[in-house]
């Protein structure tokens, strides 16, 4: 199975400024993506993070307020941009495609990110 | 179309006795479906997860029991404990580790 880290594990920003949180992997995987959760809600897919290349969003996530980067196969970044209270969530991290049979997509703990 | 929809939102239950979380799908192409445990802080865990070329799916106490033609699967805890109190979520893919997840369903299993 693969560990995901995300750095950091909650934050509590100040509106209008950007927060980028970090997801490493410990082992190559093909796949990652980025997930909202809501306090008490289900999780809502943002991107997908595309190894050397552009994300791709899902609908109503815009890459102006959620830019994100992924030089390799094991990292993944994801900036919240112009923060608003509304930007409260936690912001998970998957990766799957670890190869060897293996199907299952693993998540990080998350980031609990709150906006004042 | 991309929906899954997951009943009930929250399940009390005696200790020792049988949970039931369902969930429904549209989308044909899906053919992947896990469900997930989370506890509070956590991110989620993956549970047990079946394909559908089998009805159901067994491990330990956890059971997936899948429909096709009804689009329907289920998460059936046998001799639930109070540790299994968390919430879970059934999930569907099509193809990738994309997922798209139901709405959750919070346990309480009672001492």
């Known amino acids: 199975s693969a560990v995901i880290s995300q750095k950091p594990s909650r934050d509590i920003c100040q509106r209008g400024t950007s927060l980028t949180i970090q997801c490493q992997v410990d082992?190559?995987?093909?796949?990652m993506f980025w997930y909202r959760q809501q306090p008490g809600q289900s999780l809502t897919l943002i991107a997908t993070?595309?190894?050397?290349?552009?994300?791709?969003?899902e609908s109503g996530f815009v890459i102006d307020k959620f830019p994100i980067s992924r030089p390799n196969l094991t990292f993944s970044t994801l900036t919240v941009s112009n923060m608003s209270p509304e930007d409260s969530s936690i912001y998970l991290c998957?990766?799957?495609?670890?190869?060897?049979?293996?199907?299952?997509?693993?998540f990080g703990q998350g980031t609990r990110l709150t906006v004042v | 179309q991309q929906q899954v929809k997951q009943s009930p939102q929250s399940l009390i239950v005696q200790k020792g006795g049988i949970s039931i979380i369902n969930c429904a799908y549209e989308n044909t192409a899906f053919d992947y479906f896990p469900w997930y445990q989370q506890f509070p802080g956590k991110g989620p865990a993956l549970l047990i997860a079946?394909?559908?070329?089998?009805s159901e799916k067994k491990e330990g106490r956890f059971t997936i029991s899948f429909n096709k033609s009804a689009k329907q699967f289920s998460l059936h805890i046998m001799d639930s404990q109070p540790g299994d109190s968390a919430t879970y979520f059934c999930a569907a893919s099509a193809g990738t580790y994309k997922y798209i997840f139901g709405t959750g369903t919070r346990l309480k299993v009672l001492a």
């Open positions: 993070a595309n190894q050397g290349s552009e994300a791709t969003y």
């Open positions: 998957s990766a799957g495609g670890q190869g060897g049979g293996n199907t299952e997509a693993f």
């Open positions: 082992s190559q995987v093909t796949m």
């Open positions: 079946i394909r559908p070329d089998v």
